[in-house]
């Protein structure tokens, strides 16, 4: 009866464990999940919000080029600048993959560059050069177009991580529903199953010694 106790406990003490480690996993697959939404929102949804309004004022720059608007580049172009400098330093407060930090940071010394550049555009008689601002704007574009591209490719990444720690824990509570019914019945087993009695064995008959008279 004694080992059938220890038995039945040890049994309630493996359940135990094996309910404890699959939650401590679940609970890791459920963090990267949680961690791979936060950082498809935060770090690719609204940088990639951010080229595009980035693209969108170096287009308007483009265009003043276009059509030597001297009055945007003496009135407007500080302000697109301003907005500009503070949308990449939004950028760079996020979450940067190595590639996505040094692309960007040729990106930021490339505006730097166009902005120093465009100064004689606001007095026509330095004789500003165009083509060099053009060219300029086009490698921006381009840097602009990776720094998308790299957003796309790290959502997707990101995405996969997740649905590997989803399928993960289905698969992880599909093993522990099975470990638990086979340990369940073990432990029914060892409740339900009637201890042995100990057989007597039988005493062999006692000679008898007959002491008889002697005549």
């Known amino acids: 009866?004694?080992?059938?106790?220890?038995?039945f406990f040890a049994g309630l003490l493996l359940v135990f464990?094996?309910?404890l480690a699959t939650y401590r996993i679940d609970q890791a697959n459920f963090d990267k999940v949680e961690d791979s939404i936060i950082t498809i929102y935060e770090d690719r949804l609204v940088v990639k919000d951010l080229i595009f309004k980035i693209a969108d004022l170096l287009d308007e720059k483009r265009m003043a080029l276009a059509t030597s608007d001297t009055a945007f580049f003496q009135r407007r172009n500080a302000v697109v600048d301003a907005q500009i400098g503070q949308l990449l330093r939004l950028?760079?407060?996020?979450?940067?993959?190595?590639?996505e930090e040094r692309t960007l940071t040729d990106f930021g010394e490339q505006i730097e560059q166009l902005q120093a550049a465009e100064a004689e555009m606001a007095n026509p008689a330095t004789h500003p050069d165009r083509d060099e601002l053009s060219t300029r704007?086009?490698?921006l574009k381009g840097q602009a177009r990776t720094l998308s591209d790299i957003q796309l490719s790290e959502g997707k990444r990101q995405l996969l991580i997740g649905s590997r720690a989803i399928r993960s824990s289905k698969l992880l509570m599909q093993v522990e529903l099975i470990v638990l019914i086979v340990l369940a019945l073990g432990i029914?087993?060892?409740v339900l199953q009637k201890p042995r009695r100990k057989t007597k064995e039988p005493k062999e008959p006692e000679e008898k010694t007959f002491k008889g008279k002697i005549t």
């Open 137 to 139: 704007l086009e490698v």
């Open 188 to 190: 029914q087993f060892l």
């Open 17 to 19: 464990f094996v309910i």
């Open 1 to 7: 009866m004694k080992k059938d106790k220890i038995r």
């Open 91 to 99: 950028f760079r407060e996020t979450r940067l993959t190595e590639n």
